[in-house]
Structures are given as structure tokens and as C-alpha cells.
């Protein structure tokens, strides 16, 4: 029996809703991190930093084989989640999306940079004054770097022998931009591990969840 460790987190708001995950021949356990039972932190840590912590590193504090991070815009339909991981990774530790739209790490950082110049309200509040070009030209300094990928980071699963490479995602999320879909492709290259990939993509897929940003949007206060 595999031990699969659903986790989510929102924060700077009230909960939209409550994820439930259940499955038949696995044991399955979920953590939901919120302002009413995780310290508030607001004079050292933005909330979209904070989230990173249960995001990347709830290995530190969870004992588990895999972990599935669950976006708090996630809505997860009736599954057996730990069936569908599994099943997904075959012998990998990893199980991405691909990106919705873009492939590469460029394109995010040019599109997000174009957002910005435009005044783009909810790319602003989450970007404005992140080092996203200073980012991508340390990046494309690493002469063994290729970009050639881009993953959706709302949904994604990890065995527990991919904690090193989640480590360094939360270091890169504090040094760098918290724009963590940036950061992912060049650490999971320089990591060597291989990785599965669902079906689709977040908007595409019709199985596992439904993708409700605006939902969780709306229960964001202002500031968040």
C-alpha cells in the first residue's frame, strides 16, 4: 500500500472550497494550510511566499511516498487520486501538466514582462518587481541549459526522492522571482529526473479537476 500526501494551501483570504481526496487500495492524507491554522506572518513573508513552504516542502514535515500539491483554484472531482498518480508515473518520480500554452521559459518571462508594461491588474499584484529578466539571464548563462519546456505548477505530483530538487525550488522562489513556474524547468533539468505527464493540460483535462481561478480569486483579499 503506497502513502500518498495530498497538500494545499490558501492564503489572504477565506477558503473557497474544500478538497477531498479519497482512494480505495492506497492510504491517503491531506493537509490544508490557511490563515485560520498557520501563523499569519504578514510582516515577513507575502502570502504567495508563504505557500511555496507547504507547495515544496511538505516532505520536511509529512512522512509520505508521494506528494500531490493541489492549488487552491483546483477543484478535484470524484477520483481515487492515488490510482491516478500512480498509474501516470509508471517508474518516474514526477507527474506534470504541460503548460497551457507556452513551451518555453522565454515566452513565459516575455509574456508576463508585456502584462506588465500593459498594466495588467493580476499580473501586477503578483509580479510587479520580481527580477523575472535578471532570472532568465542567469538561467541562459548555464551553457548546459536548454529550454525547451514549460509545466503548470497548479497540479502536480512528486515522489520522495525528488525532495532535493523541491528544495531547491523554494530556494529559487526566495532568491529569485515567486513565479515558480520560471524556475521549475532549469532545476528539474539540472536535477536529471524523469518525469510522466497527464493527459492535456489544466484546461484541457476533463477527469482529475476542474481549474477555477476565478473562483479562488474572489476570496483573495486586495493585498494578496
Known amino acids: 500500500m503506497t502513502h500518498l500526501h495530498a497538500v494545499s494551501a490558501h492564503f489572504g483570504g477565506s477558503i473557497p472550497w474544500i478538497h477531498k481526496v479519497r482512494s480505495k487500495g492506497n492510504k491517503v492524507s491531506l493537509n490544508y494550510y490557511h490563515d485560520g491554522n498557520t501563523p499569519s506572518r504578514h510582516l515577513s513573508m507575502h502570502p504567495r511566499l508563504k505557500s511555496k513552504i507547504p507547495k515544496m516542502l511538505e516532505w520536511k ?7 500531490v500539491w493541489l492549488d487552491s483554484s483546483i477543484k478535484l472531482k470524484d477520483i481515487d487520486i492515488a490510482e ?3 498509474d501516470t508515473a509508471g517508474n518516474n518520480p514526477l507527474c506534470l501538466f504541460r503548460h497551457t500554452k507556452a513551451n518555453s521559459i522565454l515566452e513565459e518571462v516575455n509574456y508576463i514582462r508585456s502584462q506588465l508594461a500593459n498594466n495588467n491588474k493580476y499580473f501586477t499584484k503578483r509580479y510587479q518587481g520580481e527580477p523575472l529578466l535578471e532570472q532568465l539571464i542567469q538561467y541562459y ?50 536535477s536529471g529526473l524523469s518525469y510522466s505527464l497527464f493527459e492535456g ?18 476570496n483573495l483579499n486586495q493585498e494578496a
Open 201 to 218: 493540460t489544466i484546461n484541457s483535462n476533463k477527469t482529475i479537476f476542474e481549474w477555477d481561478w476565478r473562483g479562488r480569486e474572489a
Open 84 to 86: 491516478v498518480i500512480l
Open 141 to 190: 548563462g548555464d551553457q548546459d541549459f536548454t529550454d525547451e519546456n514549460l509545466f503548470s505548477m497548479t497540479f502536480f505530483a512528486y515522489h520522495r526522492k525528488a525532495r532535493k530538487l523541491m528544495e531547491e525550488w523554494f530556494i529559487h522562489n526566495a532568491i529569485w522571482s515567486i513565479e515558480d513556474q520560471v524556475s521549475f524547468p532549469y532545476l528539474l533539468q539540472q
Open 61 to 67: 514535515y509529512v512522512d509520505a511516498e508521494w506528494y
